[in-house]
């Protein structure tokens, strides 16, 4: 499991008053990128090579709403990662570790080009590898 | 079902070139507060009556990326109405009727004061009545 | 002058119940997008080709907050064109024609691939042509 | 003057591969709350007291685009302090301390409950003592 702080902006929030639904997915794009940094393999390079990873399917469960001024946490599990494809289980907690909300993502590799499937095994060797640490 | 049309910002894009997979929940949420509208319920004058429908779950699969320059339109059903929540669907299509991204999410009926439950039956009428026609 | 109906979306808003100030800029271009296309040159077709138009200057004076649920539109009038260059004013009004925010925006035009100044009478004939018309 | 680190976000880049240009107000915007933070003022504590902030203009000359995975820093400076309106400079710079953006912004004071104009040498003393430090 991999953890960040969310860095909370004055335009994440909503007229609610609480940071609008639709933000806690840059926040969970953030926690994976991050968490592949830590494992040494750079999102932006990749873009670089040709190559994407674009969302398949999210879900999110909003259990307690996240005001800001809050200290909030993103944490990252990958959950599955095929030649194609890598799920993660994203949870947002404040810091005495309730968890405000609980999320999973599904992106696909593709080519930059044409945005047809890129099998990682071949093209994202170096991510393909992460299967052995999950 | 009730349809509008999305009008797409260049905000809405990222650089991927494509819309940005979360902003997908904005345009969710335009189609369930026309389609709301459409039946004579104005979402701002709920929440200036003292009652908010914060998002409790949402779930999309993106099917095909959508592109700026694209006519791109959102059509919402409701799914499930109780005293204490609505449950929408929502398909975002292309002119030809393409299915680009399915999603649904799922709203509930709080207190603006202090995000507690607001049973629709007794506080939001108008809306709780709206079972009947679905 | 050109003028549109901006679609005001839930999450244009922000914790102070009015819409975000630096979203006002996401409806400032699409006025000068749809003004554009209104002359015939649609801003899609010219990335296309190569070229863009990234911004180099902007300013907003906010005169008047806006809220959700209100009616604006965005009245854009074209102030400058030079072989490198478009200047663009840009109002947002009310129903009632009162002024909510006053701006303006500066786009020079470069070539996609290096960011380098792309001149508009050799690259963008037919923007280039829009002089005689301001 | 104060200077904070920008967390870049996914959501932050647009189609021309940079990041979008409102978005440039939201970063200004932390760099602000921040350097009031450092001065021992939070913002929140100020809206739950009544008050808030809301901008009343705003300038950008965008000199070197921004792109996903640069350093980016934001530099703030109070210029201007009145009893209603405080002024702010921002820059964007990168590592090698190269300007990416300058920016100012004027807030003023107001009530929550109706926008109209707090002074702060009386509603808001801690900020208004603040004229002595610039």
Redesign the interface.
């Known amino acids: 499991m991999h953890k960040i702080n969310i860095?909370l902006?004055?335009?994440d929030?909503?007229?609610?008053?609480?940071v609008?639904?639709?933000?806690?997915?840059?926040f969970f794009?953030?926690g994976r990128?991050k968490m592949l940094k830590s494992f040494g393999i750079?999102y932006?390079?990749i873009?670089k090579k040709g190559y994407?990873f674009?969302?398949?399917?999210?879900?999110?469960?909003?259990l307690k709403?996240i005001?800001?001024?809050e200290t909030i946490y993103c944490e990252t599990t990958i959950t599955e990662l095929s030649k194609v494809k890598i799920s993660f289980e994203h949870h947002l907690v404040n810091e005495q570790g309730e968890i405000k909300a609980k999320g999973h993502t599904t992106i696909i590799s593709v080519k930059?080009s044409d945005?047809t499937i890129a099998k990682m095994d071949q093209c994202l060797p170096e991510v393909y590898a992460l299967t052995s640490k999950i």
Chains 1, 2, 3, 4 share one sequence.
């Open positions: 860095e902006r004055y335009s929030s909503d007229q609610m008053g609480v609008y639904h639709a933000n806690y997915f840059s794009e953030l990128t750079d932006y390079e873009e994407m674009p969302v398949r399917e999210v879900h999110c469960t909003y709403s005001a800001l001024g930059k945005f």
